[in-house]
DNA sequence: TGCCATATTGGGAACGTTCCCAATACAGTG
DNA sequence: CACTGTATTGGGAACGTTCCCAATATGGCA
């Protein structure tokens, strides 16, 4: 059986129905069929181990059912969280999700764009590494950014309050006495525009009055790869910092343990705060002090603002930030004079 | 611009060349075209933003050049890592990859299985979690199974040698003098077959004469969660064992730090040894010792796998299985007594 | 110049479904 | 019984591409 090559043709052609009937069946939308001929098409179908080609539908009806979610690493649990709950919303609507991985990589997030473009999904969520907003916008279907990475307003997007995410952190460090305050993030090349999280911090440093040396903004990768090099260049530093706010908590755990290897001990001799509250945040040693981001919340919520856009292409687009928390643990110490 | 409905024959039109140039030219296998009409064929895909429709072309070429990787946990670093290794095997061969998320659950697998039933996708690699061989062979779709779930020896098969994986975590306990040794696995319902892992236990147990009390087979989700839920059940065992042979590392983390919350201290008070060597196992405390599996190789080894056989449906199924490791850290007390 | 081989081009059919509309069957009502 | 309204059915067109094949253009050579 299923010799994979049978159409509604043959099995109206058993049933002794039409292929009108038959798709009826098998169309969720279908009209009104005889209990009769409903039976006989079911036999038809399970004789031939029919399986509808969906290609085939979604070319006639326009409309895919499919939804991709592209995030830059699957193996980060902030993503994979974000994923999870937009798929949970999506699939109780009736769409199947699928995930593309870009890996930090400019070139897989241009071959998922090609393969956007060329209409195999309904709608798409999606963090971006360009940030290369023409291409998004030339998608032709549905999308919701998720993470604010740009001042784009005319794209849905999903996100963590950037801003005030980071300040948290700076002013947590601030209040216990750091001062000499190191940002490591991921920035891409010198002409493009700074990140959001490098932003707020120019912003902070500059209100506060504290030293802007660019030797203090450190960029690496996201990556625990980027923790073990942001330690390097740290030990390099004529003067080391206090304390390094890290661009998300897979950095900044891989940083906590190169310290330690280089026989730094963190919350004591140099402070650490993270971004996200992954799970393995709390079961590091010395626990990782970061701002929680709303993991399933964003991932819903991104959901939700692509299933509004899929029912209506031309609505306003809308811009919805959720503010981060501070978890406090271990890994920044208490410098303040009056506490000593 | 791109108002998202042209096609084919409105590029021919602009270009003034009839439909078969214009196919000629989007499409890759393209015969002749000359460089006069290629130029204009070109200048109106720009001009009106033309974007190839797949889902047609698909239809008539009966070929996506899209692959599906189906693991049950996107966010466990051994399945991203070995979705990643295959989508970078398949993307070199030109087809694009996404990534579904089954999560431990029957309901999602089975709706993939629904999805790559209806021919959206040109070939599968899937870690099944349900062991349904009777569903991924009525897929119609070329597929390579990751993992060695099953006997099954008419589909391709790429995974670690489960039995030699478990026997060496076993042999390394019982040399340092174990002898009560519990397995944490997952087991789904009474009715199915146990697991591979169980079975080279119950084999290893009774060839050495360890007590094979049924106590200790706790069956577990291979999840953080199932780590914490292990050591509950632990601690409330009438005999405790010596050490727990953990079915994934991510249980086994979870299983470490809970024990630790308990009071009892991990390669002292109990012994635990994992599998799959992910990042974390090295960076927890005590190190996790652990069997490692050959990720990389094995992504790769099913991209290939899955590439050969897309060539040719009809090929001989092939079973390939790469042995584990060992690598030992700090999480096995060592309870010889010539030792002492 | 005439002829042949090759390069380029265009039109119709096909992929497998759903949609639209007209045709027929059926049941209920006066 | 005739009539009307609804339920059910079937056939043709359409979705947007590629494939096949025949037609035409082009260039080289005798």
Redesign the interface.
């Known amino acids: 059986m299923?010799s994979?090559k049978v159409n509604i043709h043959e099995v109206a052609r058993l049933a002794g129905v039409s292929k009108s009937t038959v798709s009826r069946v098998v169309s969720e939308r279908g009209g009104s069929v005889s209990p009769k001929a409903l039976e006989a098409v079911n036999a038809a179908i399970k004789e031939l181990?029919y399986?509808?080609?969906?290609?085939?539908a979604?070319?006639r009806t326009q409309r895919?059912y499919?939804v991709?979610v592209m995030v830059p690493d699957?193996?980060?649990?902030f993503w994979?969280?974000v994923?999870?709950a937009a798929?949970d919303r999506l699939?109780a609507e009736g769409y199947?999700v699928?995930?593309?991985?870009t890996?930090w990589s400019e070139a897989?997030e241009a071959?998922?764009y090609e393969?956007a473009?060329?209409?195999?999904f309904d709608g798409l969520a999606l963090n971006s590494v360009t940030g290369d907003m023409e291409s998004i916008k030339?998608l032709?279907s549905p999308t919701v950014l998720i993470g604010e990475r740009s001042e784009e307003l005319e794209i849905d997007t999903v996100g963590s309050d950037t801003r005030q995410a980071t300040r948290l952190a700076l002013e947590y460090l601030y209040e216990r006495g750091h001062r000499r305050i190191a940002i490591a993030t991921s920035e891409y090349g010198t002409e493009r525009v700074l990140s959001r999280r490098r932003r707020a911090y120019d912003e902070f440093v500059s209100e506060r009055g504290l030293p802007a040396d660019p030797e203090l903004a450190i960029s690496v990768r996201l990556s625990?790869e980027g923790g073990r090099e942001l330690v390097r260049r740290f030990l390099e530093l004529r003067e080391r910092p206090d304390a390094i706010f890290c661009g998300n908590d897979i950095l900044a755990?891989a940083a906590l343990?190169a310290f330690k290897a280089a026989g730094l001990e963190p919350g004591r001799d140099v402070s650490i705060v993270g971004m996200d509250d992954i799970?393995?945040a709390a079961?590091?040693?010395p626990g990782l002090t970061t701002v929680r981001k709303p993991r399933q919340l964003l991932g819903a919520a991104a959901a939700e603002r692509l299933l509004e856009r899929m029912r209506d292409p031309e609505a306003q687009a809308e811009r919805l930030l959720f503010p981060g928390e501070l978890v406090e643990r271990g890994s920044v110490a208490d410098k303040r004079k009056d506490r000593r």
Request: charged share 25%; with cysteine.
């Open positions: 299923a994979q181990g399986a509808r080609n969906a290609l085939a979604s070319l895919t499919l991709l699957i193996a980060n649990p994979s969280e994923a999870r798929q699939e199947s699928v995930v593309g991985n890996d897989r071959r998922y393969l473009r060329s209409g195999r030339g032709g625990a755990i343990d799970p393995a079961q590091c040693r």
